[in-house]
């Protein structure tokens, strides 16, 4: 991805997985960026709100995350914390599942999606691995999920990602801007602004 900085505020329209929105604001920090970002949506006839603070550093490895969501049966917290280097804690414990992920990826938010994008900055024609913390909208639980990025040629301005998550059988090309945000997800978001 470029060097461009991001924007101080983006949004997302989610739809047919899910339907709901989600606002994320950006702020630069010495280590590089605090993302605060909230999503509020109904999916499968079951409302629910994840607010998330997510710091990631220069090179867009995931620092930390605060994530906390709120159902029709109560609240729950979750705090993430990564040494960049692929080593992650779970509320204070050890996640060895997690081993060598340098991105977190909410279920709930379409902008954890650039994360990868912008860390592994890849030219055309280049793909890589990126594994990454999922976090369920659900129950806030964490498991490895192995994504698979490959740069295709850019349309309109935009860069150009055929995407994949096997353990979903999932594969879509996303369509990004030139700071590194996904414009578009098919089947989960739209940008809105």
């Not at 109904?42 to 994840?50: A, L, S």
């Amino acid at each position: 991805m470029t060097a461009v900085p991001m924007p101080s505020a983006a949004a997302w329209h989610h739809r047919d997985a899910r339907q709901g929105f989600e606002v994320v604001y950006f702020h630069a920090v010495e280590e590089g960026y605090r993302i605060d970002g909230h999503t509020a949506a109904v999916e499968n006839g079951q409302p629910w709100v994840v607010q998330y603070t997510i710091l990631v550093d220069a090179r867009w490895a995931t620092r930390r995350a605060s994530v906390t969501g709120h159902w029709f049966t109560g609240t729950r917290k979750i705090d993430i914390e990564a040494d960049g280097h692929g080593r992650w804690h779970i509320d204070g414990a050890y996640a060895s599942a997690l081993d060598g992920c340098l991105d977190v990826d909410l279920e709930s938010s379409s902008m954890t999606n650039a994360l990868p994008a912008r860390r592994l900055a890849l030219r055309i024609g280049d793909q890589a691995s990126a594994p990454a913390a999922y976090v369920r909208a659900l129950d806030l639980s964490v498991d490895r999920l192995e994504q698979r990025y490959v740069r295709v040629t850019d349309e309109d301005g935009g860069q150009r990602y055929d995407y994949s998550a096997p353990a979903f059988d999932f594969g879509c090309r996303l369509v990004y801007d030139t700071a590194g945000l996904p414009l578009h997800y098919p089947g989960i978001a739209i940008r809105a602004f």
